[in-house]
């Protein structure tokens, strides 16, 4: 697997220092959200930096909402994908929970991922729904259900745990496997989350552990670190990096 971050972790900073740190840190990857790429030129820039020192532009985290049926701006975000070489770009589905879609907000849903999924086909781009509380990507039955119902194989899924539950998640993990194209972890969020609940600090390495043992080849990002401070960035990338080791 491939060792990376999202650069949302440091929403403040420039590309160049966040390209910086990524070396420090000896990413892999990053994952960019369209905030530090906003067009293709910017994201030819930031490719050719990344590039320079050997490090992968795997993907867009984009913030664009299945269902809305923009299709100008998903056109420009699979513009900016294509030209920054990723392989994927992140997006989110819908902007409500699962039990607040409605079976018409659903087939809005399913409607506009085909059409999503035809454009960015024709650039060599995959898509992944991010795993998230308010989007219809909330629970592993209703992403299992939304993408045997889509049944496109340029659609899949991010994985990502609450750390609440994870015998539940990690059943998720091995039942969504077949669409999986990138995890996010996060070391803060499982001490936020946790936080009422009995210690458990190897959350992180579960997952890692299960992604190892199904020898998954995807990215696996951190997401956040304690205050978006960069030493504690520079700590949770070293954790991370010794689990895949």
């Known amino acids: 697997m491939k060792i990376g971050f999202t650069s949302t972790t440091f929403k403040g900073l420039a590309p160049e220092k966040i390209i910086a740190l990524a070396a420090q840190a000896k990413a892999d ?9 906003p067009d293709p030129n910017k994201a030819k820039e930031v490719k050719a930096l990344c590039d320079a020192i050997g490090i992968q532009c795997c993907s867009l985290g984009s913030y664009y909402h299945a269902g809305d049926a923009d299709e100008a701006r998903w056109e420009r975000l699979c513009g900016i994908t294509a030209a920054m070489g990723a392989g994927f770009i992140r997006v989110w589905l819908g902007r409500r929970g699962s039990e607040q879609t409605s079976e018409k907000d659903y087939a809005a849903l399913l409607s506009d ?13 995959f898509i992944a729904a991010e795993a998230h509380p308010n989007t219809y990507n909330d629970t592993c039955e209703t992403s299992l259900r939304f993408l045997k119902e889509l049944n496109d194989p340029n659609f899949g899924t991010y994985y990502q745990s609450l750390y609440k539950d994870m015998p539940r998640d990690l059943d998720r993990l091995a039942k969504t496997w077949p669409w999986l ?10 001490t936020r989350n946790r936080r009422f609940l009995p210690k458990e600090d190897d959350c992180v390495e579960r997952i890692v552990l299960a992604l190892r043992e199904r020898e998954f080849q995807g990215p696996v990002l951190l997401e956040f670190c304690k205050g978006g401070n960069p030493q504690a960035f520079l700590r949770d990338m070293e954790r991370l990096r010794a689990m895949n080791n």
């Open 181 to 190: 194209r990138a995890v996010h972890v996060s070391f803060s969020e499982v």
């Open 113 to 125: 991922a085909k059409h999503m999924a035809q454009a960015a086909r024709k650039l060599g781009i």
């Open 29 to 37: 990857c990053v994952e960019w959200s369209d905030l530090h790429v």
